[in-house]
């Protein structure tokens, strides 16, 4: 799974910098989730949300690597009659069931959908990805509330702890925070592909299920990593060339 998950890496690094635009780190925290998901999870029926649209080329690689729409597609990311921009669009791209990017609204739309599936006795569960900066929108725990309440077992919500909103506002643990809200919690390593499998896999416990995935914003480009001066920030030729090494 490396040899793959650093081939995307790659094709994210080349994109991004060629647009000189897209949010890199936050795209290699989020890869491996995605990947786990797209290749192991998701089965008929399913739905995912990245709410935190800004991670969007990982799903964007992913999405292409499975067959949703032309790799070639990948080479025209923000250009201005491309339907791949630098947040995922439901109405443009094949496979993006929410057009997101406004934090914080994802999981409401995940919660509405879990409790469409329950009202009308549909198969099928619904995965959401938030950040953790995300999780200091009050519309995250509105919607952890109501989803406990209505017993929402088919809606897991997957947290990208990469701590980068801890210089704002610290969160600490998280787990504890949704297990108040009455949520089965899991904390594993994002970047595990075997917990990540089994944690994300559905079960039949009467709660929703948080996943808190602690990742590694910028993960696999050592100058990256953890490094908020590289949150919106694109390569230099002489970068994208060591980098492309590194991986």
């Given at each position: 799974m490396s040899k793959i998950i650093n081939e995307m890496k790659r094709s994210i690094l080349i994109i991004a910098t060629n647009a000189?635009?897209?949010?890199?780190?936050?795209?290699?925290?989020?890869?491996?989730?995605?990947?786990?998901?797209?290749?192991?999870?998701?089965?008929?029926?399913?739905k995912f949300i990245l709410s935190k649209g800004h991670g969007c080329l990982a799903l964007y690689v992913v999405l292409a690597e499975?067959?949703?729409?032309?790799?070639?597609?990948?080479?025209?990311?923000?250009?201005?009659?491309?339907?791949?921009?630098?947040?995922?669009?439901?109405?443009?791209?094949?496979?993006?069931?929410a057009?997101?990017?406004?934090?914080?609204?994802?999981?409401?739309?995940?919660?509405?959908?879990?409790?469409?599936?329950?009202?009308?006795?549909?198969?099928?569960?619904?995965?959401?990805l938030v950040g953790d900066g995300e999780c200091n929108e009050g519309s995250i725990w509105e919607s952890a509330l109501i989803a406990s309440h209505h017993g929402l077992t088919n809606l897991t919500c997957i947290v990208d702890y990469n701590h980068s909103t801890d210089r704002?506002?610290?969160?600490?643990?998280?787990?504890?925070?949704?297990?108040?809200?009455?949520?089965?919690?899991?904390?594993?390593?994002?970047?595990?592909?075997?917990?990540?499998?089994?944690?994300?896999?559905?079960?039949?416990?009467?709660?929703?299920?948080?996943?808190?995935?602690?990742?590694?914003?910028?993960?696999?480009?050592?100058r990256m990593e953890n490094n908020p001066e590289w949150h919106h920030k694109q390569p230099t030729e002489g970068e994208l060339k060591e980098m492309l090494q590194e991986l």
């Amino acid at each position: 799974m490396s040899k793959i998950i650093n081939e995307m890496k790659r094709s994210i690094l080349i994109i991004a910098t060629n647009a000189r635009e897209g949010h890199i780190p936050s795209a290699f925290s989020v890869l491996d989730i995605l990947w786990v998901l797209y290749d192991r999870i998701l089965k008929a029926g399913d739905k995912f949300i990245l709410s935190k649209g800004h991670g969007c080329l990982a799903l964007y690689v992913v999405l292409a690597e499975k067959g949703f729409f032309p790799r070639s597609d990948l080479d025209t990311f923000c250009e201005f009659d491309s339907p791949l921009g630098g947040h995922p669009d439901m109405n443009k791209i094949n496979g993006i069931e929410a057009s997101t990017g406004s934090l914080g609204h994802g999981l409401p739309i995940a919660v509405g959908m879990a409790m469409a599936k329950k009202i009308k006795k549909e198969s099928g569960n619904i995965y959401c990805l938030v950040g953790d900066g995300e999780c200091n929108e009050g519309s995250i725990w509105e919607s952890a509330l109501i989803a406990s309440h209505h017993g929402l077992t088919n809606l897991t919500c997957i947290v990208d702890y990469n701590h980068s909103t801890d210089r704002a506002l610290r969160l600490d643990d998280l787990s504890k925070i949704f297990n108040a809200f009455g949520w089965r919690v899991y904390n594993i390593d994002g970047h595990d592909h075997l917990w990540l499998e089994r944690m994300l896999s559905p079960t039949e416990l009467p709660k929703p299920t948080a996943v808190i995935a602690n990742t590694i914003k910028g993960n696999g480009i050592k100058r990256m990593e953890n490094n908020p001066e590289w949150h919106h920030k694109q390569p230099t030729e002489g970068e994208l060339k060591e980098m492309l090494q590194e991986l």
